[in-house]
């Protein structure tokens, strides 16, 4: 029987290396680039990545984008058509922020179908400079991955940098 959910797969290593239609960024609202892997897709990507940022930020996003929502831009020199930004939350030990990362996830999905995309790639969106904590962060990442995995996408690609972000991933999508 053939499927209508994307796979879900598991990668070790840079995002910025992988070739897909679309390459989700963990931005900030600012959307003008920052540290981490923002840092890693404006280097890589080179400078056409920050102008489409800019003509946003003059056009819609004046205040910024919201925590939780998404935007396309040119992908410039990477492997991929579009660049997806979204702006995680900032972890909190006491506020349950978990709806806003599903968001992030949800809205990049979305907004990927409508750009018609087979394929995409995720970072671990939040668990490095916000904090979010990696177990956690992997189980939101795979339970929206295996809800908003719709057609036209054929695979949700999750490209984990380190080696314990792998291993987290992996302990949720197995088990
Ligand atoms: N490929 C894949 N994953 C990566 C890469 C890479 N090249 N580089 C880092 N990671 P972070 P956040 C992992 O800090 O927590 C920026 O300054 C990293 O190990 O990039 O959402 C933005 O402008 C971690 O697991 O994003 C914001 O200000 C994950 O990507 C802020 O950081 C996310 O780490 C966003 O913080």
Redesign the pocket.
Known sequence: MTSTRAEIVLVHG???EQTVDVIVN???SSLL????????IHRRGGPAILEDCRKLRASQYGKGLATGQAVATTAGRLHAGHVIHTV?PVWSKTEDRGALLASCYEQSLKLAKELGAETIAF????????G?PIDSGAEIAIRVAREHGGAPLREIRF????ET?YQAFAQVLGG
């Open positions: 840079d995002i910025t963990a931005a900030n680039g920052g540290g981490g892997v923002d840092g890693a995680g970072p671990a969106i939040s668990t490095g400079i916000y979010w490209v984990l940098f380190d972000a």
